[in-house]
Every structure is written in C-alpha cells, then in structure tokens.
C-alpha cells in the first residue's frame, strides 16, 4: 500500500508531490548534518525554495504566488519534510502559519511591500506571541505599544520564537491602547535584538531564540489590520495552525512506523528478526492502526478546511490527537530499535525528541482540550 497514494489526491497533486521530494531529496537531504551541527538551517534553501514555487503557492500571482488554493498542496509539503525527517526548515510555519496573517490582515501597500519577499524566499518569517512570564494566557502578554501619533514605540521581550535568528519579518502580539495588536517588526529595525539561539532536546536545526524590543520605532504602517483586533486576528488563524501540527505530527509518526518496520525485519534475535516475535507484530500492528486513524482523520480535516467548513473544536481535536498519537508511536519505534534507538545517529531518535514539543507548541494539549470543552458548554 503507498501511503502518499490517498482518494483525496488528484492527478496534479501526485505530479506536486514528485516535484517536492525530488527537492526534498536533492536540495534537503544533502545539507541536513550541516544544519543540525549549525543548529539552523541555511538562508539558501529558504530563497531555492523560492525559486522553485514552494514558497506560499496559494498567494496571488501578481505577488508571485501561484494561487493554489488548495490545502492538499500544504499537506503535501509537510508530510514530505515527515518523510525525511526534516525539523529545521520551517516551512510550514512560514507558509500555513504566519503568511496567511499577511495575506489576511495586510493592506495593499503592506501586501506589495511583504509578499515578493516572502514568497521568493528573501523574507523569512516569524511570530512572536510568547513571552517569558505567559505563553497559554496570550492576554497577559506585557509587551506594550505606546501610541506617540505618527507611530508606536514598542518593548517587550519574546522567547521560544521559532525562526527567531534567521527572520526578516516578524508578526509581534504587543499591547496597544486599543489592545492586543499585530504589528510587524522588520530585520534591521533599532532596538530589535536577538537573543540566544535556545539549546532543545529537540527540533536542533531549528533556530529558536529570544527576541528582545526595546524603543522600537514602529510606524503606523506596520500595524497588521486594525489596532486592538490582534487577539481577534490570532484566534481566526488558529485552526489552520493546529492542522498543520496534526499533519506534521502523523508525518512524522509514519516516518517513525516505516523505519521502525525496515528495522525489525533486519535486525535478528534468537536467530530470527525480531520482527517475527508476536509483541513486536502485535506493537506494528498498533502503531500501523494509530497512524491510519490520525491520517484519515486529517484528511477529512484538509477537505473542510478547503471547504471553509473545519470548526475550531475539529482542528483542536486532530491537533491534541495527533500530537499525542506521535509520541506514543516513536516511543515504541525507540523501543524496538533497543540500543540503537537511544543513538542520535538513527533517525528514530530524533524523531523521538522532535515529537515531545508537539503536544506543547502552538497551544498546548490541555489548551485544546479547553477549546473543546467549551464547545460542549462546559465553561
Ligand atoms: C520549540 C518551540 C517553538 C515555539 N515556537 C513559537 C513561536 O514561533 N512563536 C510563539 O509565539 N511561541 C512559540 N513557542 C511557545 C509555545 O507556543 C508555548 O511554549 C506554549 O504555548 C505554552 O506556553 P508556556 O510555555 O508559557 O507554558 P504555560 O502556559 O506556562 O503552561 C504550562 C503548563 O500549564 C498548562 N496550562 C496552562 N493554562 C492552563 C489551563 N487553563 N488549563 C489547564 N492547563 C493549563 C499548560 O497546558 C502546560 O502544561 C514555541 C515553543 C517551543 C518550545
């Protein structure tokens, strides 16, 4: 069975899919040691990814875009980089996660002056909610926007920004008079610092770092949308965030299953592979069923979204689901590489610490199930 090969994918999707793993195999694979010994990846495959139309495709095509409007496109994209087990290159976040806010809440001017950029890959992009003291209460964020007339003074200080080296743009929460608001700081801006590059467990081609605001000038024409309707703007792009972490995280738990599958075929025990031992078939047979569920699951949840049809309480679900389902699969795919599933070097292993951050990024499990609850009126 070729898991790639689902109904909901068309004929143009499949030729889609064979374009960005030839990418994936040619221009990824070869640099990833690179990136994980550099703890970033490199500026270069951002602006090839460009070149190369994988860069915001649904945008409209007097920007550069493609206008794919199709999610099934995204999905793709992000169950390939699963596929090679590529944490560093966040191109989903740039893409699904933060370009939408441009795309949504910019300007015309705005859109001309950011979208080329972002879509040719010379802008990288970030979003910067979290803050030191708050992460899941958004509402207490402290990072302030003082309204001087022709422009804001911002100062706050952000952590566990995702990008947070390598960005251009960076959509920043910070409070206003009016209340939240979205204003987007740009590279090179006075009083923009970063901080350290974060050490993790995991993601470790992944630049994630502090970033420090202090008495940035911000002009009025950097505000996203209207001043106070930030918090308004982040809820209303939540649930495509959330699918794009269950997708990632089935990815994910499939690459697990397949090398785990590879493994236990190879590697013999008592003179036999320890794939014949009856609890490791039955363990496959588990992990095999949990990944099926959570595929289909966001499968129907990529069409809705096509559909404008996905509620957020659906995208909370396939997010805490799936995000939790990873961690179980990799957890065993450790176990039945013994010794060598504790090793950096085998691929299971870091999927194995990529997946732990799952369930607490973008919202955390307990966050979703919240959502949920109250979607059964239960505040
Ligand atoms: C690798 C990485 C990348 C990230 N990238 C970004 C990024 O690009 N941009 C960005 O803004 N942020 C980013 N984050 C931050 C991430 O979104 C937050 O860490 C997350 O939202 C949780 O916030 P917190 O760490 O402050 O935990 P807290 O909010 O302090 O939560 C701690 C614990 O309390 C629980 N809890 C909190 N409130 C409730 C409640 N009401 N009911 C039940 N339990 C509750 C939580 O579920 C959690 O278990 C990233 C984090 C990491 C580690």
Redesign the pocket.
């Given at each position: 069975m070729d898991i790639y090969d689902r109904p909901h994918f068309e004929e143009e999707h499949k030729i889609f899919r064979e374009n960005f793993r030839k990418f994936c195999e040619e221009e990824i694979v070869p640099q990833q040691q690179q990136w994980l010994n550099d703890g970033m990846v490199s500026r270069e495959i951002w602006e090839l990814a460009g070149e190369f139309g994988f860069l915001c495709p649904f945008a409209d095509e007097e920007y550069g875009g493609m206008a794919l409007r199709d999610f099934r496109f995204s999905q793709i994209m992000t169950e390939e980089l699963g596929r090679i087990c590529e944490s560093g290159f966040a191109l989903g976040?740039h893409n699904d996660v933060i370009a939408p806010y441009i795309e949504a809440y910019a300007n015309a001017e705005q859109k001309a002056r950011w979208l080329p950029d972002i879509i040719s890959g010379k802008a990288i992009l970030?979003?910067?909610?979290?803050?030191p003291?708050?992460?899941?209460?958004l509402q207490a964020i402290k990072t302030r926007l003082e309204d001087k007339g022709s422009h804001y003074i911002l100062n706050g200080a952000?952590?566990?920004?995702?990008?947070?080296i390598l960005s251009d743009l960076v959509i920043v929460?910070a409070k206003a008079p009016e209340g939240v608001t979205l204003v987007v700081v740009e590279r090179g801006m006075d009083g923009f610092k970063r901080g350290r590059r974060?050490e993790?467990m995991g993601?470790k081609s992944?630049d994630?770092a502090e970033l420090f605001f202090e008495n940035v000038t911000i002009p009025k024409a950097n505000v996203l949308g209207a001043p106070g309707q930030g918090f308004v703007y982040l809820m209303q792009k939540l649930a495509q965030e959330r699918l794009v972490c269950a997708i990632g995280a089935v990815a994910t738990a499939q690459f697990a299953f397949s090398e785990t599958l590879k493994y236990v075929k190879e590697r013999t025990a008592f003179g036999k592979p320890i794939g014949t031992f009856q609890n490791t078939r039955f363990g496959l047979a588990e992990m095999r069923t949990e990944v099926t569920i959570g595929q289909n699951f966001v499968d129907t949840l990529v069409m809705k979204l096509n559909a404008g049809q996905i509620s957020s309480e659906e995208a909370c679900m396939a997010k805490w689901w799936c995000t939790d389902m990873v961690n179980r699969v990799v957890d065993k795919g450790v176990q039945f590489h013994g010794g060598y599933g504790y090793m950096l070097e085998y691929p299971i292993a870091r999927a194995y610490v990529d997946a732990r951050?799952q369930p607490?990024?973008?919202?955390?499990?307990?966050?979703m199930?919240?959502v949920i609850g109250r979607g059964l009126g239960l505040s």
């Open positions: 976040l970030a979003i910067a909610m979290t803050e003291s708050t992460g899941s209460d952000k952590t566990f920004i995702s990008n947070g929460a974060l993790k993601l992944q994630t951050i607490i990024f973008a919202g955390t499990n307990e966050i199930k919240e």
